[in-house]
């Protein structure tokens, strides 16, 4: 945007508003699609479709590539240009997964092991457990965790700060020469729920140690045995381990632009999900979402000016193989912007706006700039609640084009409900309010119909 | 009470209220007793003890016998005089459990076999699934449920509406041929939690058929399968069985009265839990905090008017034989009021006042009458708001004694943590508000103490 320009959008009064808008069609058109997508189970379908008769998706799996075939072809029915870009995916399998907690009675515990991790041995790993506090904690117990059971009892704060230790925690705790971690699961609630998720190997550990997730509630056990002065030990038998990585690939729908083909406006979220529950709101809700904002623009007499691309990627939750392929393959290609959703099906209040730049203050002068831009367009989506902007990161799969220079945009929405099902069992359809669904649809058909068919592209 | 009395007590003004209250050194003690019991964690120490030293206690199980030991060595060591009484309880046995949903593809399901449930012959039972909304739904569908397996798919309403459904099921299912029933958990709620309970088979069935409770989520997911016009199948292999019944006891622990040791305030909870999670609120927590009301009053200087009692009642869970045995051993006993608690640890609100008499019109005067007695004793607890008093059901354990015409009082509390954790894996300690806990203490040994002090006994 010219400084010029700029300068009337600092100044700009409502009334000055309209004359930054696109052609007044493209609001009636606007229009016409949030009717549609606030009516419409469009999604909800689809994502009954895809979690009761495919089930969940781990990368690298049969069901994975079910997935693929079902949005290829349902992307295809729904008057879409489908293909499929290939993409080569890691494939971890879990395994048997045994944890007893042997002291002062013996009692099975309800974990799930972490995505990634190793196994144990033969005859499994039987050990004491440390019941550890944060990072500061385990530092100040040094050799103290040497042959120990490292579990990192952190209450749930928010996703950033509590997720780390799920990732990190092997590697810290390996190079104290602990045996194992055991993660208290990171979620505010639980109803004897474990959540799995990623964790890492770092390339500098001498060994790789197993990582599981437990349970609130056991966490909480262990916490008060400590407490107590008691010491207690717990037996892991894990089956987990990596097959050789597998071909899977990223789904691609399109709705050529009829002016300007070559600038796109991408909508993505993730089709894999970890193996647990159905992947629900991890991230089927995204994709099916988009899928249906997909639709609804495909259906439209006059395509966009600039062309609407769906993307399924592949392979987010254990690796982003689907993302950072779809980046390198894609580089020279002209974003308008790229959308995601992967938070859920909560009510939506607009969107993260993400745009990164070396520089700090180029950055956020930047974030102020687009934000003014999305502003009439976010207005259409007032009467829904959606009309929030914020500077902020918007997803994983889209993170590689957005850190080539895209603007990103990530669903902003109310994420209570989310973060307890997260990658459990319980990430199950009937937990999700079909009406939020209607209302992230709308959010993301409107915004990206107003940016394709915007005669600027946005800021950068 | 009089007619005399009764006149008065109607005509009460707040002034006059004082005239029927106990000698006021009654009141003194009252107020250093809520004092000590809102100030100390004795009860939550000894849940602590209970859960997680012993575990859960299952009807027969040596951790009941575990649990009984401990009970009657923790109530000696904290002042009171105590015994134990033979109870032969029912052994069931949980044994192998599972379910799989075979279609539209094979997956696991997260079950419980309900409790007294029979077994499914070798190699399991497999068959279609029926979705029944209720009863009406179950007659209407006759003999189109023969040969399959009915899935009662009833949304929690309140406990006892939908409750019946998991005690009843298996009977109304079998009458109409059915081969087994999954029951969804009667629960507001649910993050992948299946919820055990007791079932029982009818004398006149031919066959006793199998049940298990399915979690709110997988009951979903068939329902919605089925609204799909879907046929699917469940394959059930169940181990659950009876053995012989075991030898168990109620535990009993007394305060003697000094003057009235023949008439005797009962504060009663259930010792026994389901074989799944702590028993943490159901009833571990009763049992604490009446022990722990108990110790209380076992350490003031004068013992109380009349004889205070602790019974931890065995096996309520699977067959009342605690209750029932402990009302016919000691059926020619006058007890002034029997007083229970088993409705976890939520914000006490006061009593649930039950008296039964053939006669509605008496029963309903004589309880608006014992709510009247009873008020000046409430006022002490409005300072913790649990002052209030309604005519209603009481606890199962003293029901037998309550249906030979005692008064029974069972503590009116909040229940909204309750009903979600209920038989379950996730009722363990850390769900408990420590401070709630306290005020439960407080308004057991406040009220049993003003009792036991009264020189009235209660109407009747």
Same mark, same amino acid.
């Given at each position: 945007?010219?400084?010029?320009?700029?300068?009337?959008?600092?100044?700009?009064?409502?009334?000055?508003?309209?004359?930054?808008?696109?052609?007044?069609?493209?609001?009636?058109?606007?229009?016409?699609?949030?009717?549609?997508?606030?009516?419409?189970?469009?999604?909800?379908?689809?994502?009954?479709?895809?979690?009761? %008769?495919?089930?969940?998706?781990?990368?690298?799996?049969?069901?994975?590539?079910?997935?693929?075939?079902?949005?290829?072809?349902?992307?295809?029915?729904?008057?879409?240009?489908?293909?499929?870009?290939?993409?080569?995916?890691?494939?971890?399998?879990?395994?048997?997964?045994?944890?007893?907690?042997?002291?002062?009675?013996?009692?099975?515990?309800?974990?799930?092991?972490?995505?990634?991790?190793?196994?144990?041995? %033969?005859?499994?790993?039987?050990?004491?457990?440390?019941?550890?506090?944060?990072?500061?904690?385990?530092?100040?117990?040094?050799?103290?965790?040497?042959?120990?059971?490292?579990?990192?009892?952190?209450?749930?704060?928010?996703?950033?700060?509590?997720?780390?230790?799920?990732?990190?925690?092997?590697?810290?705790?390996?190079?104290?020469?602990?045996?194992?971690?055991?993660?208290?699961?990171?979620?505010?609630?639980?109803?004897?729920?474990?959540?799995?998720?990623?964790?890492?190997?770092?390339?500098?550990?001498?060994?790789?140690?197993?990582?599981?997730?437990?349970?609130?509630?056991?966490?909480?056990?262990?916490?008060?045995?400590?407490?107590?002065?008691?010491?207690?030990?717990?037996?892991?038998?894990?089956?987990?381990?990596?097959?050789?990585?597998?071909?899977?690939?990223?789904?691609?729908?399109?709705?050529?632009?009829?002016?300007?083909?070559?600038?796109?406006?991408?909508?993505?979220?993730?089709?894999?999900?970890?193996?647990?529950?159905?992947?629900?709101?991890?991230?089927?809700?995204?994709?099916?979402?988009?899928?249906?904002?997909?639709?609804?623009?495909?259906?439209?007499?006059?395509?966009?000016?600039?062309?609407?691309?769906?993307?399924?990627?592949?392979?987010?939750?254990?690796?982003?193989?689907?993302?950072?392929?779809?980046?390198?393959?894609?580089?020279?290609?002209?974003?308008?912007?790229?959308?995601?959703?992967?938070?859920?099906?909560?009510?939506?209040?607009?969107?993260?706006?993400?745009?990164?730049?070396?520089?700090?203050?180029?950055?956020?002068?930047?974030?102020?700039?687009?934000?003014?831009?999305?502003?009439?367009?976010?207005?259409?989506?007032?009467?829904?609640?959606?009309?929030?902007?914020?500077?902020?990161?918007?997803?994983?799969?889209?993170?590689?084009?957005?850190?080539?220079?895209?603007?990103?945009?990530?669903?902003?929405?109310?994420?209570?409900?989310?973060?307890?099902?997260?990658?459990?069992?319980?990430?199950?359809?009937?937990?999700?309010?079909?009406?939020?669904?209607?209302?992230?649809?709308?959010?993301?058909?409107?915004?990206?119909?107003?940016?394709?068919?915007?005669?600027?592209?946005?800021?950068?």
């Amino acid at each position: 945007m010219s400084s010029l320009v700029l300068f009337a959008a600092l100044l700009a009064t409502p009334a000055d508003a309209k004359k930054r808008k696109p052609a007044p069609d493209a609001e009636e058109v606007a229009a016409v699609i949030l009717g549609q997508a606030l009516t419409s189970d469009g999604a909800m379908d689809k994502l009954i479709e895809l979690c009761d %008769d495919i089930g969940h998706r781990l990368s690298g799996s049969p069901q994975l590539q079910e997935a693929v075939k079902w949005g290829e072809a349902k992307m295809e029915s729904e008057g879409l240009d489908t293909h499929l870009e290939d993409v080569m995916v890691p494939a971890w399998i879990r395994g048997k997964q045994s944890a007893v907690l042997l002291d002062p009675i013996e009692r099975p515990l309800n974990i799930l092991t972490l995505g990634r991790s190793v196994g144990t041995p %033969d005859g499994g790993i039987e050990a004491e457990v440390v019941v550890v506090d944060d990072w500061d904690h385990l530092e100040s117990l040094g050799d103290a965790v040497k042959g120990k059971i490292v579990l990192y009892d952190v209450p749930f704060t928010d996703y950033g700060a509590t997720v780390q230790y799920r990732g990190d925690g092997a590697n810290r705790a390996s190079r104290q020469g602990a045996v194992a971690v055991m993660v208290r699961s990171v979620s505010p609630a639980s109803l004897d729920t474990p959540h799995t998720g990623a964790m890492w190997y770092a390339e500098d550990i001498e060994t790789k140690i197993p990582a599981v997730a437990v349970t609130v509630e056991e966490a909480a056990l262990m916490r008060r045995l400590s407490e107590r002065g008691k010491t207690f030990r717990v037996k892991l038998e894990l089956g987990a381990h990596f097959i050789e990585d597998q071909p899977s690939h990223n789904v691609v729908g399109e709705i050529k632009g009829r002016e300007k083909p070559e600038e796109i406006v991408l909508m993505g979220c993730h089709l894999d999900s970890w193996d647990v529950g159905q992947g629900a709101q991890d991230d089927g809700a995204g994709c099916t979402a988009i899928m249906e904002a997909g639709r609804l623009i495909a259906a439209l007499e006059t395509p966009p000016r600039r062309t609407i691309r769906v993307v399924l990627y592949t392979n987010e939750e254990n690796g982003l193989m689907g993302g950072k392929t779809y980046a390198e393959v894609h580089a020279d290609e002209k974003f308008a912007a790229v959308m995601e959703m992967d938070t859920g099906a909560g009510q939506p209040y607009g969107w993260r706006v993400d745009q990164r730049r070396d520089d700090k203050e180029e950055a956020a002068k930047l974030a102020e700039e687009t934000i003014a831009w999305l502003k009439p367009i976010q207005d259409l989506l007032e009467p829904i609640g959606a009309n929030q902007l914020k500077a902020a990161g918007s997803g994983a799969d889209i993170g590689p084009l957005v850190s080539q220079g895209a603007l990103g945009l990530g669903v902003w929405m109310d994420t209570t409900g989310y973060w307890p099902i997260h990658h459990t069992r319980a990430d199950t359809i009937e937990k999700i309010d079909p009406m939020n669904l209607r209302r992230n649809v709308a959010t993301l058909a409107v915004t990206a119909w107003m940016i394709a068919e915007n005669p600027e592209l946005p800021p950068e």
